[in-house]
C-alpha cells in the first residue's frame, strides 16, 4: 500500500522523534531508585565523613537517598571492585581517593582495571599531607630535619598506616628527592601508627592533616610542613616542603567514580550536584574544618588529576620495587 505523502512525512518525523524523547524522558527519570555510594573504607574515617556530608546535599537535590556503603579491605580494592563490576547505570558510586591511583601498580594482577572499568566524574577534597615529628626530635624545620637525618643515618623510623599507602610513598619521595636514610615501620592503619608516635615509639610520619591535626594542637606532635605545592589558605604561616625541596609535592585526593559505560547525561547531571555541594557555603565551611581543600572541577578536570597521580606513584613503585606485604 502506497502512503500518501502528507501521511509518510508525519510518520517519518514521528519516529524520529522518538529516541530524543525516549532519552530525555529517561534522563528526568534519573536516579529511579536510592544510590549506593560505596567507600572502601571505615565509617568514621575521613573519607566517609566527606561522603555522607556531601551525599546528604546531592540526595535532597536529586529527590532520592544516597546510602553510603562502607565496603573496606584489601587496600580499597574490595569495594572498588564491587563498583567496577556493578551496571553502569548511575546508581552505584565509588568514593576514589589516591589509593586508587596507587594501586593501579602497587597491585598489578587484580580481577579489575581501575583505568578501564572506572571513570573518575568530579573531585571532592584535597587532604594535605603534613610532615610531622615526636617532639623529642630536636629538629623546627624540613631543613633542619634533612640535617639531623643525615647526621643520624638509619637512626630515624617514620610510621605510615601501611606499605603502598600514600603516607609510605610520601616519605618514599622525600627520601628520593634529599638523600636522606629514614626507616620505614608500617603498620596497618593509621590509629596505631599515631599511637607510636605520639608515644615516641617512631620518629616521625607522613599524614593527613585530618587524622594528625588534634594531636598537633595537643603538642603532641610537631609539624614541621605541609607538603602541598602551596602553603593553605588556613595555615599561611606553615611553609612547604617544597620551600626547601623544590618540586616536592605529596596529598591524597578523595572524588567520585562510576562504572565505565554510564551516560554522558547521568555523570553530567552528578558531577553538576557535587560542584553545588561543594559551592555550598556550609559545607564548603565544614570541609575546610575537616582540614581539607574542596576541588570542584569538571568531569575532564578531575579524570586528568587522576591519571597524573596514577603515574607519579606508579613511577614512584617501579623505580624502587616497592610491593606489598608477602
Known amino acids: ?184 615501620v608500617p603498620y596497618r592503619g593509621v590509629p596505631p601508627a599515631l599511637t607510636d608516635l605520639v608515644s615516641g615509639r617512631v620518629q616521625a610520619m607522613f599524614d593527613n592533616l585530618f587524622t594528625s591535626i588534634e594531636h598537633i594542637k595537643a603538642g603532641k606532635l610537631h609539624l614541621l610542613a605541609m607538603a602541598t605545592a602551596t602553603r593553605l589558605d588556613v595555615l599561611p604561616d606553615i611553609p612547604t616542603v617544597a620551600e626547601t625541596v623544590p618540586g616536592y609535592e605529596a596529598s591524597s585526593i578523595f572524588g567520585v567514580g562510576v562504572p565505565t559505560g554510564t551516560g554522558v547525561d547521568i555523570i553530567t547531571t552528578l558531577n553538576t550536584q557535587i560542584n553545588a555541594a561543594l559551592g555550598d557555603p556550609a559545607i564548603r565551611s565544614r570541609l575546610i574544618e575537616l582540614s581539607s581543600v574542596p576541588i570542584p572541577s569538571t568531569p575532564q578536570e578531575f579524570r586528568d588529576e587522576v591519571t597524573a597521580t596514577t603515574e607519579k606513584w606508579g613511577n614512584l613503585i617501579k623505580r624502587y620495587g616497592i610491593k606489598p606485604e608477602g
Open 1 to 184: 500500500m502506497k502512503l500518501p505523502r502528507r501521511t509518510f512525512l508525519q510518520l517519518t518525523a514521528g519516529a524520529a522523534a522518538l529516541p530524543v524523547v525516549s532519552r530525555v524522558a529517561w534522563t528526568q527519570s534519573y536516579p529511579t531508585r536510592p544510590i549506593r555510594w560505596i567507600v572502601p573504607y571505615p565509617a568514621g574515617g575521613s573519607a566517609d565523613v566527606v561522603a555522607r556530608l556531601v551525599g546528604q546535599f546531592v540526595s535532597e537535590r536529586l529527590n532520592q537517598s544516597i546510602v553510603v556503603e562502607n565496603r573496606t579491605g584489601a587496600g580499597a580494592n574490595i569495594g572498588t571492585e564491587a563498583v567496577a563490576k556493578s551496571p553502569p547505570d548511575g546508581h552505584t558510586l565509588l568514593f576514589i581517593t589516591t589509593a586508587n591511583a596507587i594501586n593501579v601498580s602497587f597491585y598489578p594482577n587484580l580481577s579489575f582495571n581501575f583505568n578501564r572499568d572506572i571513570v573518575p566524574i568530579a573531585g571532592l577534597v584535597r587532604l594535605p599531607i603534613v610532615v610531622e615529628v615526636h617532639p623529642s626530635v630536636p629538629v623546627k624545620t624540613v631543613a633542619e630535619f634533612i640535617n639531623y637525618a643525615k647526621a643520624n643515618p638509619g637512626k630515624i623510623n617514620y610510621a605510615s598506616s601501611g606499605i603502598g599507602t600514600s603516607g609510605h610513598l610520601a616519605a618514599e619521595l622525600f627520601k628520593s628527592m634529599t638523600g636522606v636514610q629514614l626507616t620505614h
